[in-house]
């Protein structure tokens, strides 16, 4: 009896990494919601299609209070999340590439986090 109660815990999250789970899920439905005319049922149906995470744990995060999750479901959004972020990064990398003003460069570096600001100057390094 305990084996088994013990074996479900392993399988389990601690409450600790379900608010960022919930963070997660929420940018993923924004970034794939096409506005009005679209649900949420339907992005998440696509992002199950595109990127491999339950759609069933993306709508359980949207609307319930969740107190845990299975590991493997965790870590399936967390893959989606960094799936989604690699190719915001991308996107970046491409705008920056066609961008003309260095000045402006250096801002959206600076604004990005990707470069550092002296701290005498304020110029970026």
């Known amino acids: 009896m305990r084996d088994k109660i013990s074996d479900k815990?392993?399988?389990?999250?601690s409450t600790a990494y379900i608010s960022s789970a919930k963070g997660m899920a929420q940018y993923l439905l924004a970034k794939e919601?096409?506005?009005?005319?679209?649900?949420?049922?339907?992005?998440?149906?696509?992002?199950?299609?595109?990127?491999?995470v339950p759609s069933t744990i993306l709508m359980r995060?949207?609307?319930?209070?969740?107190k845990d999750m299975l590991m493997s479901?965790?870590?399936?959004?967390?893959?989606?999340?960094?799936?989604?972020?690699?190719?915001?990064d991308e996107a970046y990398e491409k705008e920056r590439k066609i961008?003309?003003?260095?000045?402006i460069l250096r801002l959206?570096?600076?604004v990005a986090g990707k470069e550092e600001t002296t701290a005498k100057t304020g110029r970026v390094k």
């Open 9 to 13: 815990e392993s399988k389990t999250m």
């Open 33 to 52: 919601h096409r506005g009005p005319g679209d649900t949420i049922e339907a992005a998440a149906a696509r992002l199950q299609t595109k990127l491999k």
């Open 61 to 66: 995060l949207r609307h319930r209070e969740v």
């Open 73 to 88: 479901n965790f870590l399936a959004l967390a893959a989606a999340y960094s799936k989604a972020c690699e190719k915001m």
């Open 99 to 103: 961008a003309v003003d260095p000045n």
């Open 108 to 110: 959206a570096a600076l």
